[in-house]
């Protein structure tokens, strides 16, 4: 089973520039999300899906856009990237009942 | 607001136990989840705890929660060069599986 697959694993962009991060899972979840990990600050939670076709702010949102299109695409938007924005990017679907979060292995961004 | 709070680092020695403490605010949390980080990697769930019990234990781990402290532990038995990692600690926020997250506990282990 992949899980949760996340690409591209590393990239670096310049201020103003725009990407998009996109998330894959094979696990039929419904929930899922976007975190940023930074030094010493764990787990924030940028935006999060409750099923296809929803989305729905988290922690801090501001500077990112997601969709979900499909159950098991989950894509994260940055319309122009700032160096704020340098991070590790995760992202994570959720197994029912207990919760359990699924974790692709990052996505490390640079704006430069 | 709620808040998770743990250490930042732990250091042990090979083949003794590690516990990782970790305190929580929301009282009304029904799964509370320790998640294990190796570098480069992403989180994987090593266990949780159900609201309603003191006490989990699963192989080398066990978990203990006191709900009238907040207080939610994870010991480590035998700990091994393996173990080596970040640990956080989160507790759900709501039904839609949204967690609070600490800032995640380091264990250093020493030869």
């Known amino acids: 089973n992949a899980g949760v697959t996340q690409t591209p694993k590393f990239r670096v962009l310049k201020t103003g520039q725009s990407m998009t991060l996109l998330c894959a899972q094979d696990m039929n979840h419904e929930y899922m999300y976007w975190y940023r990990q930074d030094p010493g600050m764990g787990l924030r939670l940028i935006h999060y899906?409750?099923?296809?076709?929803?989305?729905a702010k988290g922690e801090v949102p501001d500077g990112y856009n997601v969709s979900r299109l499909k159950k098991q695409n989950f894509l994260l938007g940055l319309e122009s990237a700032a160096p704020s924005q340098t991070s590790v990017y995760f992202c994570?679907?959720?197994?029912?009942?207990?919760?359990?979060?699924?974790f692709g292995e990052g996505s490390r961004l640079t704006v430069l | 607001g709620e808040d998770v709070e743990q250490s930042l680092f732990l250091s042990v020695r090979e083949g003794d136990s590690s516990v990782i403490n970790c305190t929580y605010t929301d009282s009304s949390s029904t799964y509370l989840y320790w998640y294990k980080q190796e570098p480069g990697a992403g989180l994987q769930l090593l266990t949780y705890i159900f609201s309603n019990m003191d006490m989990k234990q699963d192989q080398r781990l066990t978990v203990l929660l006191n709900k009238k402290d907040k207080h939610l532990s994870l010991r480590i038995a035998d700990t091994q060069t393996g173990d080596s990692a970040i640990y956080f600690c989160?507790?759900?926020?709501?039904?839609?599986?949204?967690?609070?997250w600490g800032a995640g506990t380091k264990l250093i282990i020493k030869p």
């Open positions: 899906s409750v099923g296809e076709g929803t989305t």
């Open positions: 994570a679907s959720a197994g029912w009942p207990t919760g359990e979060l699924f």
């Open positions: 989160a507790e759900s926020m709501n039904s839609n599986y949204q967690l609070i």
